[in-house]
């Protein structure tokens, strides 16, 4: 069997920071819009079933929902501007040409070495070769990073158009607002599917990070561990000495519980918002 990775539960080890107030803070408003989305979307989709008339009770009936819903779209687009003002912001701070930004070593463009530390992947999964040596990012974090690029233009641009008929029937035939429900709705599902199943597995599921990885909330991972999580990473930080000035602290042991609070109340609700499409699909669908 291939070796696996454990978390160092050590709280007296220096951490190393992965992620800045800013990521984090904007990962928080992206979890609780898109949760707020896939809340209302879900139970406007299947309002015939049981959960969504009960959901929509509790947003103060259908269309307090849809007030809601458009509220937390507004909130998930500007937390995408926010990210993208940002990364320009970083391209200046840290004096990177664009081409150096986007298929740089530390970018979130795939590149060569993601195709080769997926084929080295999954021969470690079945005991054929040794655990890639991931760097910044890994392949699967980088899917998970276009799948919202994607999912804005293609689920932002058909909302809008639903949110607007008549100002985008001035320029589109009556039956593309017919079109644009169907992609917004089936993409939608597509969208709460995969962030609720495959992003939760691959983020906190996994055996080296289960029950949970709480880098993305405290942006700190514990030196032992960054080691072995991210060996890549780290050999370049030590081989250009900047490794010390990535060290802090760990958070106190009462904010780790409160952050252990919020990711475990979002985890549950992804978790039930599955079995629920689940539930609908298959005994309730229409």
Do not use: C
């Amino acid at each position: 069997m291939p070796e696996i990775p454990t978390q160092n539960k050590s709280e007296k080890e220096p951490h190393i920071v992965r992620f800045t107030r800013l990521n984090r803070t904007l990962h928080i408003f992206m979890i609780v819009s898109f949760i707020s989305l896939a809340l209302t979307g879900m139970s406007l989709k299947f309002s015939y079933t049981g959960w969504a008339v009960f959901l929509s009770h509790l947003f103060g009936g259908f269309e307090s929902a849809g007030y809601i819903h458009r509220f937390a779209a507004v909130v998930m687009v500007t937390v995408f501007v926010i990210h993208l003002v940002d990364v320009v912001r970083m391209k200046k701070r840290e004096l990177l040409s664009w081409k150096e930004l986007i298929f740089g070593p530390n970018s979130m463009m795939f590149n060569k070495k993601d195709l080769e530390d997926f084929i080295d992947s999954i021969k470690w999964f079945i005991g054929k070769g040794e655990r890639p040596e991931y760097g910044r990012w890994t392949y699967w974090e980088k899917f998970d990073y276009f799948a919202v690029f994607w999912g804005i233009f293609v689920i932002g641009s058909t909302g809008l158009t639903l949110w607007f008929p008549e100002f985008f029937t001035l320029l589109l035939p009556g039956w593309a607002l017919n079109v644009a429900t169907i992609i917004h709705s089936d993409e939608a599902l597509l969208a709460t599917g995969f962030i609720f199943t495959i992003h939760f597995f691959n983020t906190h599921l996994r055996p080296e990070k289960f029950p949970m990885d709480l880098v993305i909330f405290t942006g700190r991972i514990p030196l032992e561990e960054f080691k072995l999580d991210r060996p890549q990473e780290y050999k370049e930080l030590v081989e250009k000495g900047e490794l010390e000035k990535h060290l802090a602290e760990p958070y106190p042991e009462i904010v780790i519980k409160a952050i252990k609070i919020f990711a475990w109340t979002a985890l549950a609700i992804g978790f039930s918002i599955i079995l629920w499409i689940i539930y609908a699909m298959l005994f309730a669908y229409r």
